[in-house]
């Protein structure tokens, strides 16, 4: 009699359980606003999509960074949405690991070290004299290295692909962005060309962010636009274009030597040579003709000059020789664990470093290895050593295997080469989104030196004679 009644109720359960919902919903609205249950569902929706498919989430992140300027408060500290999404991604696939009672470790050449890597980390939680912001990289770092974990675990080159078409198209609205902000119009520059104004800045904070993030997308554009699918061309290379404008525009010197870099790699590729062999022949017969194809255009004078200015900081002149001079005396000072993650700035007025004609400090030491071992000392340091030989190797496998993608694994190895040569002049990974990407590229280079392939078990298909 009891089952009886028990089936006749089940039609009414989920009409019931919705009026329930419904009314929750506007006591919410009401007691707060009408934006935030939306915010809720929305937020719930995105938990259940990260265990159900961490990966798809994973390429939306990468997708939202347009929206990094937007920030939630999360107590003192800040998150954007692509940050709060790549962290998201990562520990969704671990409790998805953990349904299955399996481990979210993948054993591979770049596992452990970045594993040490994040783990230098936590000593600085109890140094460092903001704990709340060290608090924010560890576990942002920790869900980037479950996003690696998730990568090289359940990846293949078509997530490869994927994720770089996804960074590209992301890195042009970026670019656009920046395009549209400036109105056409140049940065100004004073003096030899060392200091700009108007520099753009994109969806970031700082204009030589902005140059890491467009740097980091563009031989993944470039490799996608003249090798990847038919339908996928036309729009990588249109990426390409906008991510490249608003590189110059940042105006970032760091930047400009970082994607210097990246096509000097990308040469190594026959259809990019190619390429460049027309393009080249294009400007000579121009240029032959009595036409000039790059114009006489403002924008690309101060472009000239703030490349000339090189040379001037190269002589000494910029004050990042000053913190290059003084951060060893900051690792000596605190020679295994650092001063902690993000607390640079409250340690170097003790050294003097204090900006000219300013109270204020630096952020970093302008360099990616002396910040790393400045903020979580020597064994920081020695993760990021291992992870730059581990790295190469991969790098070098998946380039040489039989059968590889070149232009693909160039394209990967170029965005390493870019922030390889900015991170000698800049640190621009207080942005969570840069380590955030670059801990999912780490990922798809072990998957491009595996040869992964699809899980329907289709094979890769060889390049032809013509695409080497």
């Known amino acids: 009699m009891t089952s009886l009644t028990l089936r006749r109720l ?6 019931i359980a919705a009026a329930v919902l419904g009314v929750g919903v506007v006591q919410v609205s009401y007691m707060t606003a009408p934006i935030v249950p939306l915010v809720l569902a929305g937020g719930a929706a995105l938990v259940v999509l990260s265990v159900v498919r961490p990966i798809i989430v994973l390429f939306a992140a990468v997708a939202l960074a347009p929206l990094e300027l937007i920030s939630v408060d999360l107590g003192a500290v800040g998150v954007s949405p692509a940050e709060a999404m790549l ?5 969704g696939w671990v409790a998805v690991r953990a349904t299955r009672l399996e481990a979210p470790f993948t054993p591979s050449s770049l596992s452990w070290p970045l594993a040490l890597l994040v783990l230098a980390l936590i000593p600085g939680l109890l140094i460092a004299q903001d704990s709340f912001a060290v608090v924010k990289v560890v576990v942002l770092w920790t869900g980037f290295f479950f996003v690696f974990q998730m990568l090289i675990t359940d990846g293949d080159e078509k997530t490869v692909r994927t994720l770089l078409f ?18 056409g119009t140049a940065p100004e520059l004073r003096g030899s060309g060392q200091t700009a104004s108007g520099r753009a800045t994109g969806s970031f904070t700082h204009p030589n962010t902005l140059a890491t993030f467009e740097a980091l997308a563009l031989p993944g554009a470039l490799a996608l636009g003249l090798k990847g699918a038919a339908a996928v061309r036309p729009f990588a290379l249109a990426s390409f274009a906008v991510i ?15 994607v210097a870099g990246a096509l000097g ?10 390429t460049v062999v027309v393009a080249t022949a294009i400007v000579l017969v ?7 194809p790059l114009g006489d255009t403002e924008q690309l004078q101060v472009f000239e000059r703030r490349i000339e200015s090189i040379g001037y900081s190269a002589g000494g002149v910029d004050p990042r020789f000053r913190l290059w001079e003084v951060t060893p005396q900051i690792i000596y000072d605190h020679p295994l664990v650092g001063v902690g993650a ?15 004609n300013s ?25 990021l050593g291992w992870i730059v030989v581990a790295l190469t190797r991969e790098l070098v496998r998946g380039f040489r295997r039989p059968g590889a993608d070149r232009g693909l694994a160039l394209a990967v190895a170029a965005a390493f080469v870019a922030v390889a040569l900015q991170g000698m002049v800049d640190y621009t990974l207080r942005s969570a989104i840069i380590p955030g990407v670059i801990f999912a590229l780490v990922g798809c280079a072990v998957l491009l030196a595996r040869g992964d392939t699809a899980e329907d078990g289709a094979a890769l298909q060889p390049e032809s004679a013509a695409s080497r």
């Open 286 to 292: 121009l240029g032959f003709a009595g036409g000039n």
């Open 87 to 91: 962290m998201l991604s990562g520990f």
């Open 265 to 274: 790699m990308m040469l190594v590729w026959t259809p990019f040579r190619r």
């Open 342 to 356: 993000n607390a640079f700035p409250d340690v170097a007025p003790r050294y003097g470093l204090l900006l000219e």
């Open 359 to 383: 109270g204020s400090t630096y952020e970093h030491a302008h360099n990616i290895a002396l910040t790393v071992a400045a903020e979580m000392g020597l064994f920081g340091l020695l993760a």
């Open 244 to 258: 490249f404008a608003g590189l110059a525009l940042s105006l970032s010197r760091g930047g400009l030597l970082a």
């Open 166 to 183: 996804v960074l590209a198209i992301s890195a042009a609205v970026v670019g656009a962005i920046a395009v549209i902000k400036s109105g």
């Open 10 to 15: 089940e039609p009414v359960v989920p009409v």
